[in-house]
């Protein structure tokens, strides 16, 4: 076998720069989905799925493998791990402060146990940062997002749902 | 039947319950009343569809058959399809829909909490995927229930009828055989008996709370566990397989 030519590292890297179909701005290592990359006779790349039924998640591994090829790796496969489920706490500090910059109130640390307790949280508008929002609907365009509107700008946004 | 057919039952089992519920929820697709409750019916079949294919791949991957999850969906007969009487009934209105889904999802999410203790690691790790899910549609789903119940005559009355209708499939949840026994003792899957308890204290509160009526526990239909359907599944299945048996393979 030929040593690797690449490090972990690298290859971690080169998934930074692969986004979320849904999501563009944000990469699928900043959505932390990426759990491990492990380096043998082929590469393969964990990845935990975001929600049982996103159309996503076949698209995401797709561009994996493509990215993976761009870089000279033919030999690629996916392990896809259900354990720990993701949650969108995995998500990363800058995909977090990339999503407000993008329109999209990013969920808080730790909400998805609240929310689903049923507590109202208070979601600052992603445009001028009031707490005075309201939930418009709790599903929005895509599974992971639901609207709503700042009383203060008056401008409807997403919220990513907590879960 | 031992501990591995019992498993792989099981595992099925939960797969049909999820694909034939999120079948009837597709079925409504675009027909909803208002925009929120159509993004959320369409979301919430999506979760059930998703969380179908992970049941039937593992199923196929314990079978050893070399079966895959679209030879479960799209490749069995009715008598092979062992989801609840209660998911294959036709739709009926808005309120009809919720009801449904409050009186299966609370004994759905109490089974899945506690099949995230069980052995099978990968069913666990499944279980846990599918329990954040549907703990967010019966919150939803539950202030839906509370909202038309304790709404207005109509909608009041409308919403006990479903309730009245549909409590009779309801006993089916908690009628144990083999394989729920099986599961139980040599996975650790969960008690019915504890389910039970746990799901009639529930759906009392939510009742009362909706200000609906309790049904008596009358003659409850039983027979989908066990592969014995009512007359709709099979024109469910028929069109959504119709693809699959005309076209064997098609992909696009």
Known sequence: ?163 | MNKEGALLAYVTRLGDNALVLGQRMVEQVAAYPELEEELANANFALDYIGQARMFYSYAGELEGQGRGEDDFAFLRDENEFRNLLLLEQPNGHFGEAITRLVLFELFYLAQLEALIRCSDERLAAIAARAEKEIRYHLRHNTQWLVRLGDGTDDSHRRVQASVNELWRYTGEMFEADDIDTIVEKAWGGPSLERLEERWRSDINAILINATLVRPEDGGMATGGKAGRHSEHLGYMIAEMQYLQRVHPGASW
Not at chain 1, 102 to 108: E, F, K, N, R, S
Not at chain 1, 136 to 158: I, M, N, Q
Request: aromatic share 6%.
């Open chain 1, 1 to 163: 076998m030929v040593a690797a030519a690449y490090s972990r590292e690298e290859i971690l890297r080169w998934l930074g720069q692969v986004a979320d179909p849904e999501i563009p701005v944000l990469s699928i290592t900043d959505l932390g989905i990426v759990r491990d990359v492990e380096i043998g006779e082929t590469v393969t790349v964990a990845l935990a799925p975001t929600y049982s039924g996103c159309p996503a998640t076949e698209v995401i591994e797709h561009s994996v493998l493509e990215a993976l090829r761009e870089h000279g790796i033919e030999h690629a496969e996916i392990r896809r791990v259900l354990s720990p489920p993701w949650t969108t706490d995995w998500i990363s500090e800058e995909g977090r402060e990339k999503l407000r910059e993008y329109g999209i109130a990013p969920p808080q640390e730790g909400a998805g146990k609240r929310a689903l307790l049923g507590a109202n949280l208070d979601v600052a508008c992603p445009r001028c940062g009031a707490t005075a929002t309201e939930r418009v609907s709790e599903f929005g365009s895509t599974a992971c997002k639901a609207a709503y509107r700042c009383r203060e700008c008056l401008e409807p946004f997403e919220y990513f749902k907590c879960i």
